[in-house]
Antibody, heavy 122, light 109 residues
């Protein structure tokens, strides 16, 4: 069965960086794209970007350009999301989510990770 | 950026009644619109894609309609497990710049 298992909760100081991992299993890792979505406490969902595990190409939301980096390790079927220059507003649960992209579209997400809480506090 | 606007923010409905949720896009997204359900402490779950196609395992009481800029999610007869927050999402652009609506909370009246 498909599983996306994320790394554990993090506490960071303002200005620091955080790197969250998402290990995939139960499907062919390179055949689906992986998205990152975050949710601040009590707020809605915010799409951050997507990585193609096959070639490593990425597309980031304009809001996060220059601050987010998504990478992958095909040997361990793991994708990573690193967010730098953290501020208090980045406190949120970060989710990875699997989706299929083809023919000029990235289709909705059929599986999600369990979420990783990142807390930014001095 | 395509802005997705959901209304109402909160919908109070009695069990067994019908719920109608709206989602509007700032520009046409064709039928590239999905709906998700999220319960407290859980990741979202895909309900509808292509504006009107139910995802695997989703009950028939959930239906989606619309195209272009106006979309609707209808829950025909609310069950206790349907009280949750619902989000719409557009996926109409490439390179992908996906966006979600702000959500509609369906609560027990």
């Amino acid at each position: 069965q498909v599983q996306l298992v994320q790394s554990g909760a993090e506490v960071k100081k303002p200005g620091a960086s955080v790197k969250v991992s998402c290990k995939a299993s139960g499907y062919t890792f390179t055949s689906n794209y992986m998205h990152w979505v975050r949710q601040a406490p009590g707020q809605g969902l915010e799409w951050m970007g997507v990585i193609n595990p096959s070639g490593g190409s990425t597309s980031y939301a304009q809001k996060f350009q220059g601050r987010v980096t998504m990478t992958r390790d095909t040997s361990t079927s793991t994708v990573y999301m690193e967010l730098s220059s953290l501020r208090s507003e980045d406190t949120a649960v970060y989710y990875c989510a699997k989706g299929y992209c083809s023919g000029g579209y990235c289709y909705p997400f059929d599986y999600w990770g369990q979420g990783t809480l990142v807390t930014v506090s001095s | 950026e395509i802005v997705m606007t959901q209304s109402p923010a909160t919908l109070s409905v009695s069990p067994g009644e019908r719920a109608t949720l709206s989602c509007r896009a700032s520009q046409s997204v064709s039928s590239n619109l999905a709906w998700y359900q999220q319960k407290p402490g859980q990741a979202p779950r895909l309900l509808i894609y292509g504006a009107s196609t139910r995802a695997t395992g989703i009950p028939a009481r959930f239906s989606g309609s619309g195209s272009g800029t106006e979309f609707t999610l209808t829950i025909s007869s609310l069950q206790s497990e349907d009280f949750a927050v619902y989000y719409c999402q557009q996926y109409n652009n490439w390179p992908p710049q996906l966006t979600f609506g702000g959500g509609t909370k369906v609560e027990i009246k």
